[in-house]
């Protein structure tokens, strides 16, 4: 141990942090300047369509935590439909298993929104209507190869350049 | 003359900044030389094993990616073998290369951290960390494209992977193995050499040999002591046989050689990347798997070589749909059992630093 | 040299002052006094801002940027968030002890820049025992660094005080020492007059009592990589673990005050001080004192810190002598060889510095080993 040289090792390591100085930030300035998630990303809400849903209940049954709340009855068709569901955000990990779980396909998703907050837990808790698809949310491609293709390409930081450069 | 001094009880912890974690060292100090320690864990105990076998197979698989929740990939990986070994189930040829792709990726992500943490317990002001954190970030990024989330990926699954890589997927690799070499040359400049990192970290906190043996320490840190022990070798998963890598060693295991078998076990991922990208084989993923998996009654032990260690599932089936017992080796808790002989006679600062240099997730210690 | 204190009146001489400026002799004092006090608070903010925007460069973001243009105002934001939190004093610590400290630090720090000169004559008082004024007063901030870790009767505290203690002592030591050397060259103790002297500024002249000198006050101001004394990772905050509110405040200002005093101090000691070409006396000051500082933040950007005897043996081992050695060959110079031409003695010290650093790195041995328990 001890001082085996005389100090170029810290003149190396100034000389990078100096390198440093005049590289272009990595940071984004979030609210102002966004980049694009990934087309798979596992947003923070679920959307289910009533249209295609056959009620089957396999979403609620893959749930790891169990926060899907699904009751089913049979209407005079004899066909079986949702008579309630409802989704607790504030447990949901986002795991994505109940959208692999769905034997339909396209009936429930993962959201491409991530900024989802809320003031009180209780507002966490959707049903029903509100798990619909609206203008305020967007399909994910996770499990939804077609839904994929439509989003828009993610930013990555190896691509991103320094001065023109490609980061060295 | 010798001044009679009285030693004296601080908390490191629960809430401290390098406890890399809810952690509570209860050192007794005599001045600044630390004279015992007592590692107190279960803050964040969760139960994680016992939650396993309430659930069925696949609803585990969420549940690994908590325990060392800097390094998902690997935790999912070791699970879905286990239960594979127990239901045999074949897994294609292209899903063992993603499955390494992504061990390899997270060795990195999992190894920079650690050196990023290591350099902050020295006291840089977060330069190195901030520079680590960048390419972590590039890694993370290209987890978040395979799998849509950047920490938790839950990705692996009994007989492969849920899903293909994206198209894009590959070129953005190439373009990380191919600057990788050259930002780990810059870590080794900024710290590898600096003096004041050498007086910090050269013969302090030695683990012997024997001692790391026989205290059942893994990964780098055994690797560090000069045990040329790594499962990727010893027991090659998966299609680790195909590719060449060495197994960096060190001699003394000292604070410094544990960061340095970092080092270099970064530049052989960046190896085996480099091979796995050009052996890629085309086809498919995800072998068919029923979604109730009933694994015939039996038991299965998978391990593998995560980033902290030797990190194992033991699974107990009794043919229904929930594991019976799962056990897990976590790297980080056995690591940090030989942390009492390492850091007793150095002092407090020199504590932080060995405590550092294991490199522990309690996610995993506490379960 | 003429060390008495007869001439300890106060001269009011800024160069811009009307001969025919009303008020008595305490309506000056007053008005410089609290001109003095603004401008040491304007470049204490203006230094956080530098080192947070600088620090952040470094580290390939960007640094505050939301208050204000360029986030020039993010300091005066912290300092409202600062003085409105509640303040928090432990049960059991030794209230009057806990209350003073902030005020011991901060009060010296204050007073020492009286005799800062900031252009020529431009000071509250021009005292030919200066730089000893500066010395002494500038030790007197570890007396409340200690009140602060004893009085809050912190375990963390009382370990980041103890090292405080230990490393002034350790490194006032060399630090005087290597400013002995810049008085040798000037024959006088007054800053004016070392300013004045320095045709060639002495960084050339004294290169081996600037490099103690400089990593002196880094370990004085407590900045990386002797920042053992606050050492976030090992004891949290050190001596203000306990502090909240407008006493943290303080120890902030004093902290940073401590920051600029030793920045204008070595641009004063070494840099040649306000003089320079073209620009106002007052800004060459700013700028040299900005470029001392911008060094400062560049090393705690790169540099690990040391471990406590590491610490202690790098002044006594390393510092002291080098300082001594300076001494020695300063004073031999002047003695045997005062017709020198400057420019063979900057030659031939960098020379003796180098040697130096080479030849002592390489027996030099920093701090103990394992102890045996
Ligand atoms: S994403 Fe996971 S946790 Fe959330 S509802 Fe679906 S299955 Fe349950
Ligand atoms: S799995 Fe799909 S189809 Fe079945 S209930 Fe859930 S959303 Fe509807």
């Not at chain 1, 749930?63 to 949702?82: A, F, N």
């Not at chain 3, 608070?41 to 203006?46: E, F, K, L, R, T």
């Not at chain 3, 700028?287 to 790098?314: C, E, N, Y």
Request: with cysteine; proline share 6%.
């Amino acid at each position: 141990m001890g001082f085996r040289r005389y100090g170029n090792g810290i003149a190396k390591g100034m000389a990078l942090t100096f390198k440093h100085l005049f590289r272009k930030p990595i940071t984004t300035q979030y609210p102002e300047e966004r980049l694009n998630v990934s087309r798979r990303t596992r947003g923070t809400q679920i959307i289910w369509n009533r249209d295609t849903c056959i009620a089957c209940s396999a979403c609620a049954r893959a749930c790891p935590i169990g926060c899907i709340d699904m009751s089913t009855s049979r209407g005079e068709d004899k066909k079986l439909k949702v008579d309630n569901i409802t989704i607790d955000f504030g447990l949901c990990i986002f795991c994505g298993l109940c959208v692999e779980a769905c034997p339909v396909g396209n009936a429930i998703f993962l959201s491409y929104n991530w900024e989802y907050a809320e003031y009180q837990r209780s507002k966490l808790v959707l049903s029903n209507d509100e798990l619909l698809y609206s203008n305020t949310k967007q399909v994910s491609g996770y499990y939804h190869p077609d839904v994929e293709k439509t989003l828009p390409e993610q930013t990555l930081l190896v691509n991103r350049t320094n001065r023109g450069k490609p980061w060295d | 003359m010798t001044l009679k001094t009285e030693p004296f009880v601080i908390n490191l912890g629960p809430v401290h900044p390098s406890t890399h974690g809810v952690f509570r060292l209860r050192a007794t100090l005599d001045g600044e030389v630390v004279m015992d320690i007592e590692p107190i864990i279960g803050y964040l105990h969760r139960g994680i094993e016992k939650i396993a076998e309430g659930r069925n197979y696949k609803q585990d698989i969420p549940l690994t990616d908590r325990l060392d929740y800097v390094a998902s990939m690997s935790n999912n990986l070791p699970y879905v073998m286990a239960v594979e070994k127990l239901a045999e189930i074949a897994v294609p040829e292209r899903a063992e290369y993603i499955r390494i792709i992504m061990a390899e990726m997270q060795r990195i992500a999992s190894h920079l951290l650690a050196v990023g943490s290591l350099a902050n317990d020295l006291g840089t002001f977060f330069t190195p960390f901030q520079y680590m954190f960048r390419e972590r970030e590039k890694i993370v990024d290209l987890f978040e494209m395979v799998c849509g989330q950047r920490l938790l990926y839950n990705y692996m699954r009994f007989g492969g992977v849920s899903h293909d890589i994206p198209d894009e997927f590959i070129p953005a690799l190439c373009k990380l193995v191919s600057t990788m070499p050259g930002f780990i040359d810059e870590y080794d400049q900024l710290l590898a050499e600096n003096e004041i990192l050498l007086a910090r970290l050269k013969g302090v906190g030695i683990l012997p040999k024997e001692l790391a043996i026989n205290s059942s320490v893994s990964g780098p840190m055994l690797r560090a002591s000069g045990v040329e022990w790594d499962i990727r070798k010893v027991d090659s998963y998966s299609v680790y046989d195909r590719f060449n890598f060495d197994i960096p060693t060190e001699v003394i295991g000292d604070c410094y050689d544990r960061y340095r078998v970092r080092i270099q076990e970064m530049r052989q991922s960046v190896r085996i990347l480099e091979q796995a990208i050009e052996q890629l084989p085309p086809g498919e993923v995800l072998a068919k798997v029923s979604p109730r998996l009933k694994p015939p009654v039996g038991e299965a032990y998978a391990h593998i070589e995560a980033p902290k260690g030797e990190l194992g599932f033991y699974l107990v089936s009794d043919n229904s749909e929930k594991p019976y017992r799962l056990h897990i080796r976590a790297p980080s808790l056995i690591n940090l059992t030989a942390l009492r002989e390492m850091v007793i006679g150095w002092k407090l600062a020199d504590a932080i630093v060995i405590f550092g240099s294991i490199d522990i997730c309690l996610g995993e210690v506490d379960r | 040299m003429q060390t008495s204190v007869t001439s300890f009146n106060p001269t009011f001489a800024f160069n811009t002052l009307p001969p025919d400026w009303p008020g008595n002799f305490w309506l000056h004092w007053l008005v410089f006094t609290i001109i003095l006090i603004a401008f040491i608070i304007v470049s204490v903010i203006m230094f956080i801002w530098f080192e947070r925007r600088l620090i952040g460069r470094f580290q390939i973001r960007l640094g505050p940027n939301r208050v204000g243009p360029f986030g020039l105002f993010q300091a005066i934001a912290d300092v409202i968030k600062i003085l409105t939190k509640e303040d928090i004093v432990p049960q059991k610590a030794d209230k009057v002890v806990f209350w003073l400290a902030p005020l011991v630090a901060l009060v010296p720090v204050l007073m020492v820049f009286a005799v800062v000169p900031l252009q020529s004559g431009a000071m509250l008082v021009d005292l030919n025992i200066g730089i000893l004024y500066v010395v002494a007063l500038s030790s007197i901030v570890s007396i409340g660094i200690f009140m602060a870790g004893w009085g809050s009767n912190n375990k963390y505290s009382i370990i980041g005080a103890m090292r405080d203690v230990a490393q002034l002592i350790s490194y006032e030591i060399p630090l005087v020492l290597s400013i002995v050397g810049v008085v040798l060259l000037t024959g006088s103790l007054s800053l004016t007059e070392i300013v004045g002297a320095q045709n060639i500024p002495f960084i050339l002249l004294q290169p081996i009592g600037f490099f103690v000198f400089f990593i002196g006050s880094l370990a004085e101001i407590n900045r990386c990589p002797f920042d053992l004394v606050e050492a976030e990772s090992e004891i949290i905050a050190g001596y203000n673990i306990e502090f909240s509110g407008s006493k943290f405040a303080t120890f902030f200002l004093a902290e940073y005050s401590e920051a600029v005093l030793l920045s204008a101090l070595t641009a004063t000691l070494f840099l040649g001080g306000w003089s320079g070409p073209l620009l106002p006396p007052i800004l060459w000051l700013l700028i040299k004192m900005f470029a001392v500082f911008a060094i400062i933040i560049w090393i705690r950007s790169t540099l690990p810190r040391f471990r406590i005897d590491q610490m202690m043996a790098f002044a006594w081992k390393f510092l002291l002598p080098l300082a001594l050695i300076n001494l020695l060959l300063t004073s031999l110079q002047i003695v045997f060889w005062p017709e020198a031409s400057s420019w063979i003695i900057v030659l031939l010290s960098f020379a003796i510095l180098v040697a130096l650093i080479l030849v002592w790195s390489k027996s030099f041995k920093p701090g103990g080993n394992k102890v045996g328990i």
